[in-house]
């Protein structure tokens, strides 16, 4: 008998069993655990829904949708101009990649990873940001062979568990831009220029750039001694997290929000000051370009970035007013030496990511434009069984042909009817009646003017796109430019 069927032989009557065969023993035993099983089963069933999406995360509700479209559309409008192409990768990969990549005594991989094993045993995480999957595949597809820089868009949920509040969720959405290939700081300069043109072309034109280098991990190891030292000597001042980060990751501690780990960083060695020759031109002339795109930036010595894989140029974008500055829109740098870590050829390479929900709020914080889909200008309206069904049918018709028709289908009355095509604002309404369905017509009725024609149902779809000026007519092409 297993370890569990004795427990529950054990919980059985003694009295029932005393002088039970083993055969009987065992019977009794399957039917007790057969009804266990049922009670639970029972159990769970009744055990409420918690009608409530996970903490942290959130439903994006029709009436947020146009702000989305209007950061997809322009997302993507700029990725193609500058010459992105799309990659999708998935939303879960090996933990180890991350672990590597993002490095082990990152918060991202230390405390805020969704790690998971799956029913095969194979250890997962969900993205907690998406360079290393993109990064991944690259090395993965052999796309060191394209053309470089091979510059690639992605956008996606990515997952941290993390405290939330506001600007800061466990599932948010990320537009991702990364360039292999190429190291000259010209490159990095229209990384920053495309951060910026995306933000601006949402709506929130007052931005502010930060931009700082950390080195290569030839300087870079002189100048995390030389912190250190310095940390280390006020290492009583720190908050606790700090004191452990000294020892993991001592740059992180420059970042901390703390007030008193503030002051200490305030007066800390910066990393420009201790950059080799290359890291320090390569910085030089990135500041250049910047000035040659008259983009104003702000060089912010603490900005480090908490992930692992960067070098040299490392960057954020915020909103410029004082009231939006409360976290990063995006953020991202130069990781030159990723690409060789996960055992592809030694490339060059720089990426950014920026957050839609911090995008949204400041759109919405600056009351910029969000996304207005084409309103129909006809309606529908049926009466009558016949009609009824016709009027399926007429539906599909001119939506094939691009016009786009409002209906209240399920509404029995034409009265009803009218009060929603008014309500909506219509410009003509068709009207398709049981005499109507019979000869094979339609009643166009104008709504401004209130005028009534009939027209035979086969010139119908003509008559209407006359009708209407081009420019309502097509719905599914539609080149709206919204910036
Ligand atoms: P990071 O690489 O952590 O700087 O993330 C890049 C961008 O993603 C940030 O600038 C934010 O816009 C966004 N982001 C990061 N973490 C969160 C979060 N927990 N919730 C919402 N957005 C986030």
């Known amino acids: 008998m297993g370890k569990d069927n004795k427990k529950i032989a054990k919980k059985l009557k003694p009295a029932k069993l005393v002088k039970a065969t083993k055969k009987e023993v065992v019977k009794a035993v399957k039917t007790e655990r057969k009804t266990k099983n049922r009670k639970e089963a029972v159990k769970k069933e009744l055990e409420p829904i918690v009608l409530q999406a996970p903490r942290g995360m959130k439903d994006i509700l029709p009436e947020d949708q146009p702000y989305w479209e209007q ?26 990649l991350f672990n590597r990549s993002i490095g082990d005594g990152t918060d991202v991989v230390e405390k805020e990873l969704y790690s998971f094993a799956t029913k095969g045993g194979d250890k997962v995480a969900l993205r907690p940001e998406m360079t290393a999957g993109v990064a991944r595949a690259y090395i993965q597809h052999g796309m060191n062979v394209l053309g470089k820089p091979v510059k690639l868009f992605s956008t996606g949920h ?20 990364e360039a292999f290939g190429e190291q000259d700081p010209i490159l990095d300069a229209q990384m920053i220029q495309v951060a910026t043109r995306v933000v601006q072309s949402l709506g929130i034109k007052a931005v502010q750039i930060q931009v700082n280098s950390i080195g290569c991990p030839v300087c870079r ?27 993991v990751n001592p740059l992180r501690v420059l970042d901390c929000k703390e007030d008193k780990c503030s002051q200490v960083a305030a007066s800390a060695p910066q990393s420009v000051d201790h950059l080799c020759e290359e890291c320090r031109v390569h910085f030089k002339n990135l500041l250049e370009y910047l000035d040659e795109l008259d983009l104003p930036y702000t ?24 009231e939006g500055r409360k976290s990063a829109l995006g953020g991202g740098g130069r990781y030159d030496g990723l690409v060789k870590l996960l055992g592809g050829e030694a490339t060059p390479a720089i990426g950014f990511a920026l957050g839609a929900e911090r995008l949204i709020i400041e759109m919405k914080r600056v009351q910029a434009k969000s996304y207005k889909g084409l309103k129909p200008k006809i309606f529908l309206a049926q009466l009558g069984e016949m009609a009824k069904k016709k009027s399926l049918r007429l539906f599909s018709e001119l939506e094939k042909n691009g016009i786009l028709v409002a209906e209240s289908f399920g509404r029995g009355s034409l009265k009803s009817q009218l009060r929603v095509a008014n309500r909506l604002g219509v410009e003509m309404t068709l009207i398709l009646g049981q005499k109507e369905a019979l000869d094979g017509t339609v009643i166009i009725k104008n709504m401004i003017s209130g005028e009534q024609e009939t027209v035979s149902s086969a010139k119908l779809i003509d008559l209407v796109k006359r009708k209407l000026k081009n420019d309502n007519v097509v719905v599914y092409h539609d080149n709206h430019d919204n910036h």
């Open 158 to 177: 990515v997952y941290r568990h993390d405290r939330p509040q506001e600007g800061r969720q466990r599932e948010f959405y990320q537009i991702n831009y």
């Open 71 to 96: 950061t997809r559309r322009v997302t993507e409008k700029l990725a193609r101009d500058y010459g992105f192409s799309r990659i999708d990768t998935p939303l879960v990969e090996f933990s180890n």
């Open 221 to 247: 190891k002189d100048y995390k001694d030389l912190l250190v030292s310095y940390l280390e000597s006020k290492s009583n001042k720190l908050c606790v997290d700090c004191k452990r980060r000294l020892d």
């Open 299 to 322: 060089i912010n010595p603490r900005l480090v970035r908490g992930l692992d894989y960067y070098t040299k140029t490392v960057f954020e974008i915020w909103s410029g007013s004082e």
